[in-house]
């Protein structure tokens, strides 16, 4: 029986060529590539821009009807990339029908649900308590004394740090993950409560006073600990919002 002919394939060339360079040879030193977070904010959006500009150039096209004509193609969305930073627009407001309550009273800081949120739409805050009672948006009810945040840095001389969790309105896709283990976990400090026409100016206002109430202070987070990690969100990137995808509802 002859040979099996050979499928032609145009990049083989190229595959070989670049693997070759690219197989590390017994014995060699690993290649070391240092790669730096920024430290201050990287995200500039300018979002009135972006929506000023969408709603000339792509709904303009659209309407006069000669978007698929004449609209060039995205250069992320041609080649299947998507932006890093573009979840920041990404917005559940209105597609959620629940959002998570907290629940401070039996809360204790462990940040559990911040860090199984896949959204990073919930988010937590420690701030010692006189700076906080100075805000005139402080609303006690909203903040947890914990053991953790309070108790602890008390015994070391520090004041005591009143500890929130923080819902992003615009983040938040309703899937209860978060009320989910902190259930699990025996707090049963957060639920599910469905939205009214109040509910998310309310979230709006609390989670502008999360932002405005400035960072939690280098003292209070443990930097061995992700989970104070998830604290510090002016040194990292972690706040664009994340997974983006709906929870689905079902309806087909
Ligand atoms: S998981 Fe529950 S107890 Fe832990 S920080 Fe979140 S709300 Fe508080
Ligand atoms: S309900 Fe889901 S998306 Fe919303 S804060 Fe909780 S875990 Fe995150």
């Known amino acids: 029986?002859?040979?099996?002919?050979?499928?032609?394939?145009?990049?083989?060339?190229?595959?070989?060529?670049?693997?070759?360079?690219?197989?590390?040879?017994?014995?060699l030193p690993k290649?070391?590539?240092?790669?730096?977070?920024?430290?201050?904010?990287?995200?500039?959006?300018?979002?009135?821009?972006?929506?000023?500009?969408?709603?000339?150039?792509?709904?303009?096209?659209?309407?006069?009807?000669?978007?698929?004509?004449?609209?060039?193609?995205?250069?992320?969305?041609?080649?299947s990339l998507i932006p890093a930073?573009?979840?920041?627009?990404?917005?559940?407001?209105?597609?959620?029908?629940?959002?998570?309550?907290?629940?401070?009273?039996t809360c204790v800081g462990c940040m559990t649900c911040v860090t199984e949120c896949p959204d990073a739409a919930i988010l937590g805050k420690a701030i010692p308590a006189s700076r906080l009672e100075r805000e005139p948006e402080f609303d006690?009810?909203?903040?947890?004394?914990?053991?953790?945040?309070?108790d602890v840095p008390a015994r070391r001389g520090l004041e005591g740090a009143l500890f929130g969790i923080f819902i992003d309105p615009t983040k938040c896709k309703g899937c209860a993950e978060c009320v989910e283990v902190c259930a699990e976990l025996g707090y049963d400090a957060l639920r599910m409560v469905r939205k009214d026409d109040g509910t998310l100016?309310?979230?709006?206002?609390?989670?502008?006073?999360?932002r405005k109430v400035g960072p939690t202070p280098a003292e209070y987070i443990n930097e061995k600990s992700l989970a104070d990690m998830m604290l510090a969100e002016e040194s990292a990137l972690l706040y664009l919002g994340g997974a983006g995808s709906c929870m689905g509802c079902w309806l087909t």
């Open 85 to 105: 930073g573009t979840a920041a627009l990404r917005d559940f407001s209105y597609l959620s029908a629940e959002i998570p309550e907290f629940i401070a009273d």
């Open 1 to 27: 029986m002859g040979e099996e002919p050979r499928v032609f394939n145009p990049l083989d060339g190229a595959v070989e060529e670049e693997l070759s360079v690219l197989t590390k040879q017994p014995g």
């Open 201 to 210: 100016e309310r979230y709006r206002r609390a989670f502008n006073f999360f």
């Open 140 to 150: 006690g009810t909203h903040w947890a004394r914990t053991r953790k945040y309070f």
């Open 31 to 79: 290649d070391v590539h240092e790669a730096r977070l920024p430290t201050e904010s990287v995200i500039a959006l300018d979002v009135a821009a972006y929506v000023a500009d969408f709603n000339a150039r792509v709904i303009g096209a659209y309407e006069k009807g000669i978007g698929s004509q004449e609209l060039p193609a995205d250069v992320g969305v041609a080649r």
